[in-house]
């Protein structure tokens, strides 16, 4: 028997912009252009694998759910499995792979996989939040943009922080159906509570994921108290695109959270990788702290800080069950781990929290 998570959570996206287009009509554009952006990442024409994707997540086991934490460092979906539905789903979520921002769990117990399913992920993207979380503004209660958020790990935390919207944006079909594999067993644990519900018009999902670059959203929404974007610029061949995109999402006064990696410097350092830079092709710009903080002022934003400043180690990106391909580990100087592969300094994250 296949399930309608996918059909359900597209329908509670469409009434969740419907709703805030009643206050802000900048969410019509948004609306108008639904349709296209949900329909495109089926099309197997733009994706091969849609098809494959979907039926996994179609086939996925209805369980009954006994607690969903979404605010736990592994996103934990308490619920027994019997031995057939945990193979079964088991089956379904590995041909979801490669998995890259976690860890979830799904049944069992924390450390123990074998009555449960730990999706034990490349990234520690737990990590992450852990370094994010406590000089973020508050986002009870927010509209929460997640730009270039992956499998929605990162967005749910914000659900489990208390946003009152969370939309995640990412273009990777891939990615789309992996978030719709967690929303699944999720269910409606992350919906509004109203005391006084109309169940025809709340209960709505806060977590929402519309498959789309940031590029295609309409400009200048301003529909946003918070947005994140973490890891995205220096895949941007035009940084200062990014930032002023990133910008005409937020609404006066909102809070921009910018994670993305830099290099020592002054504030005129900036590495171009000539071609790889740790055997990614897609990197454009690594900026200093100090220059990268000058970038956001050009772009209009103001209290632009700089909270947190990690080199990422191979404990917290590698490989797994889950990600059996190359990892940080892969990509360093095996003579030097303080160099990638080419001789660039090895990957240092930053995070910069600025305001519209």
């Not at 000089?135 to 489990?160: N, P, T």
């Not at 959203?217 to 035009?238: E, I, K, N």
Request: charged content about 20%; some cysteine; overall charge negative.
């Amino acid at each position: 028997m296949l399930n309608d998570t996918i059909i359900n959570a597209e329908r509670e996206l469409y009434l969740t912009l419907l709703e805030l287009a009643q206050q802000q009509p900048s969410a019509y554009e948004w609306l108008k252009q639904l349709p296209t952006w949900l329909g495109d990442i089926k099309d197997k024409a733009n994706y091969a694998h849609a098809p494959a994707y979907q039926a996994s997540v179609a086939r996925l086991p209805n369980l009954t759910v006994n607690n969903v934490d979404l605010n736990s460092d592994t996103l934990t979906i308490e619920t027994s499995l019997n031995e057939s539905e945990r193979k079964q789903a088991m089956a379904l979520l590995k041909q979801l792979m490669p998995w890259r921002k976690g860890p979830f769990q799904i049944g069992g117990q924390i450390g123990d996989d074998e009555s449960g399913i730990k999706i034990d992920t490349e990234w520690h993207s737990d990590w992450k939040w852990q370094r994010v979380a406590p000089h973020l503004g508050e986002l009870k209660g927010r509209r929460v943009l997640d730009v270039g958020g992956g499998s929605g790990y990162h967005g749910w935390r914000m659900a489990g922080a208390g946003a009152n919207t969370v939309i995640i944006i990412d273009p990777s079909c891939l990615f789309y159906h992996q978030f719709m594999a967690i929303r699944h067993f999720v269910g409606a644990a992350d919906a509004h509570t109203h005391a006084h519900a109309h169940t025809h018009d709340r209960g709505r999902y806060r977590t929402h994921y519309i498959p789309v670059p940031l590029e295609a959203l309409p400009a200048h929404s301003q529909l946003f108290d918070t947005v994140f974007s973490m890891g995205v610029l220096y895949h941007r061949q035009s940084p200062f695109e990014h930032l002023q995109q990133l910008r005409g999402q937020l609404v006066k006064g909102g809070e921009l959270v910018l994670e993305t990696l830099v290099i020592e410097g002054d504030a005129n350092t900036v590495l171009v990788p000539h071609d790889r830079y740790a055997q990614m092709n897609n990197v454009y710009f690594l900026p200093s702290v100090a220059a990268l903080v000058g970038w956001l002022e050009k772009a209009g934003f103001s209290e632009v800080r700089c909270v947190d400043v990690a080199v990422t180690s191979t404990e917290e990106q590698r490989k797994t069950e889950w990600m059996t391909y190359h990892s940080l580990a892969d990509f360093l100087d095996p003579n030097d781990s303080t160099k990638t592969m080419e001789g660039y300094p090895a990957p240092m994250r930053a995070t910069l929290i600025a305001k519209r």
